[in-house]
């Protein structure tokens, strides 16, 4: 299913965003071979410190079981279903306004070499998944004693 | 360029848009004959920083998103870029503003705005002759 886009803001902001971007060299705008990375759902925000690489997806109103996430060969995986909430055809109902995604879905991550298959913690708190991997701990930056 | 912001005069800035920049969430909106049901999506923002205002006819509804982050965490790839949520909606005047009763589960927030006792629907006979 298509889905336009997640939270659009108003027409400035992105502007704003786009020059911004620019500015700084382009940003994240080169294509995945995984098509399209932006505009999906769950929308993804994804970041890194020394120790770990953090994952969030912006899936509100799942039930938790339908949840699944994989990680297999540096690869992150989020999927699941999110029940409609919108009423029969034929329900003495009208529909004014219907933006809300439903549905299965799927989305994919790839994830820095370094990290620790091993080492992952999952929470799905206020809508969001918060997925976090530690990286291996050969990668984490150690200070070296000079004598 | 950059400059733009301190120029502005502080009353300006308070009410435009620009100057609290937030997502607007997607939102299904269904009506039947007993009132209106809006479902928003607002992933992100825990309980306490839902805000709901009903003021005259117009409905405001507002989050702040706030997520565990470890320290040091630099973000590489952003579809979510701000950390508020922000949308108004005009309410019409059939609608019993006083009794919206709202839930807020997930992420998830679902108001029920009944209608007014008078305007919902009665079945007029229609006399044929």
């Keep these: ?147 | 360029m950059s400059d733009n912001a301190t120029l502005r005069r502080p009353e300006q800035a308070e009410t435009s848009p620009r100057a609290t920049e937030a997502l607007q969430p997607p939102v299904d909106v269904v009506e039947d004959s007993a009132g209106i049901t809006l479902y928003a999506d607002l992933p992100g923002v825990p309980k306490d920083r839902l805000h709901l205002h009903v003021e005259a006819d117009t409905l405001t509804i507002e989050g702040e998103i706030a997520l565990p982050a470890p320290e040091g965490l630099e973000p590489f790839h952003s579809e979510v870029g701000l950390a508020r949520y922000r949308r108004v909606f005009t309410l019409s005047k059939e609608l019993d503003a006083e009794r919206v009763a709202a839930e807020f589960v997930q992420g998830v927030l679902t108001l029920r705005i009944p209608k007014v006792e008078h305007a919902q629907p009665r079945r007029i006979a229609v006399q044929v002759g």
């Design chain 1, 1 to 147: 299913m298509f889905y336009r886009s997640l939270f659009p803001r108003d027409v400035f902001a992105e502007l704003d965003r786009i020059q911004r971007g620019l500015q700084q060299g382009g940003g994240d705008l080169s294509p995945s071979i995984r098509g399209s990375a932006r505009g999906g759902y769950p929308a993804l925000n994804v970041g890194s410190t020394a120790r770990s690489v953090e994952i969030y997806a912006f899936a509100p109103g799942i039930d938790p079981a339908t949840l699944d996430v994989q990680l297999e060969k540096g690869v992150l995986t989020i999927a699941g279903e999110r029940a409609g909430v919108l009423p029969p055809k034929d329900a003495p109902a009208t529909v004014h306004i219907d933006e809300r995604f439903s549905g299965r879905f799927r989305r994919v991550v790839t994830l820095p070499d370094d990290v620790d298959p091993n080492a992952v913690e999952a929470r799905y708190t206020d809508g969001v998944v918060h997925v976090s991997v530690q990286r291996k701990a050969a990668s984490q930056p150690r200070r070296i004693h000079v004598q």
